[in-house]
């Protein structure tokens, strides 16, 4: 079972920029996707984009396109949400998860991490 933890939340003004980590203690992510996640309050949680580790096949959730970028560093191992011109909607708890490859649910939830955009 992978564990995963998340950092790089933030309290940040809109139209900034923040970065936030997904990383499984040392634990490679071959054979699996990773997955960018954010639950805000009074809503359910949301898919915002994924990223296959080997081959890097990346999706994005139409609420993020062109704002957000996913990315890999093999050598960490570790998965980045780059989050640019941030709004106020935005503001949620972030949470990244992995699925295996021929699986569809996602598992290793982290506690996730807090992005607060004030206006």
């Known amino acids: 079972q992978v564990q995963l933890v998340e950092s790089g939340g933030g309290l940040v003004q809109a139209g900034g920029s923040l970065r936030l980590s997904c990383s499984a203690s040392?634990?490679?992510?071959?054979?699996?996707?990773v997955g960018w996640f954010r639950q805000a309050p009074g809503s359910e949680r949301e898919l915002l984009a994924s990223?296959?580790?080997?081959?890097?096949?990346?999706y994005y959730a139409d609420s993020v396109m062109s704002r957000f970028t996913i990315s890999r560093d093999n050598a960490k191992p570790t998965v980045y949400l780059q989050m640019n011109s941030l709004k106020p909607e935005d503001t949620a708890v972030y949470y990244c998860?992995?699925?295996?490859?021929?699986?569809?649910?996602?598992?290793?939830w982290g506690q996730g991490t807090q992005v607060t955009v004030s206006s």
């Open positions: 998860a992995v699925r295996g490859v021929l699986n569809s649910e996602y598992s290793g």
């Open positions: 040392g634990r490679t992510f071959d054979g699996y996707f």
């Open positions: 990223i296959r580790w080997r081959r890097g096949d990346i």
